[in-house]
């Protein structure tokens, strides 16, 4: 009867998500229609609510899944998945315009009686439409999905520029120019071009570039610190960083403001690469090294 989600297997180009800590988590589901009906942190609670149905426990399911509260799961066809709030603003940008793509997010802050699930505080419904909405309204969070405005509500869909900047319509259709400090956060600006990598990998070959990377694994905590804007940007930066899925962060020497914190120079800007172009660094920096080995 109990049964355990870890993963999805279609659940698009970058998931699932490792997960491989112990079930710490137990929804208790209706067998037939899968309908959430409690949720308890403690599998001695499950059974007790169990053991009051006797003969009808078999019209019931059991969900196990790994993680503690506060905790984000998703479901699609009867399967959970923990996740957490910077890889689901990720996904949704990811499957933005996956009109096929469907499932439900429930916010699991404690444990949850059937009176609270059944208000249905604690789950919404992620599809396409969701999504675009989501993104319309500035990459709203939970606590701010009730108080925006309905995602069906007919609406012309947001346009940018080439440069990431939104492009409004007046009443007669035409475009008027509006400016928007958030543009960047959602505009995609590609892979990092050969010619654009090749020089990112000879500068830090080099030694003229400072990133994340150089930060040791028990400083990480002093990223903000090194790297400023990610400190003071506010939850714009992290979105974007999130949505993006941006994992080295970088600046020329030569930018170091006049003071160093534990040894480490200290930027008041900071360039971002995504993980794909990350990765794609590190081979170049490899062939580079071959190169310069064979010489």
Known sequence: MTKTSNT??????????????????????????????CVFDDIEKVETWLADFDEEVENFDVVSVPGKYPRILLERNGMFLPT?????????YQLRDDEAFECRVFYLASDLDEKAMKMGLE??????????????????????????????????????????????????????????????IWRDNGPMSESELKDLAMAMRAGTVFSSDHIPPHGRNMLGSVFMPLLLGGRNIQRSIAIHNFTLFYENLSEAGPRSINGMPCFFSVRMLKEKDHKRLYAKMDQIEKALADV
């Not at 957490?84 to 949704?92: D, G, N, R, T, V």
């Not at 007919?154 to 007046?170: N, V």
């Open 8 to 37: 999805w297997d279609d659940y698009g180009e970058d998931y699932p998500f490792a997960e491989h800590r112990a079930p710490e988590i137990h929804m208790i589901r209706h067998g037939v229609t899968g309908t959430p009906i």
């Open 84 to 92: 957490s709030e910077a890889a689901l603003s990720h996904a949704c």
């Open 123 to 184: 789950e919404w419904k992620i599809n396409h439409t969701w999504i675009r909405w989501w993104m319309r309204n500035d990459f709203p969070w939970i606590e701010d999905w009730e108080n925006s405005p309905d995602p069906d509500s007919p609406r012309r869909l947001e346009e940018f520029d080439a440069e990431g900047k939104l492009i409004e319509f007046d009443a007669n259709g035409d475009k008027i120019k509006y400016e928007s400090d958030d543009s960047h």
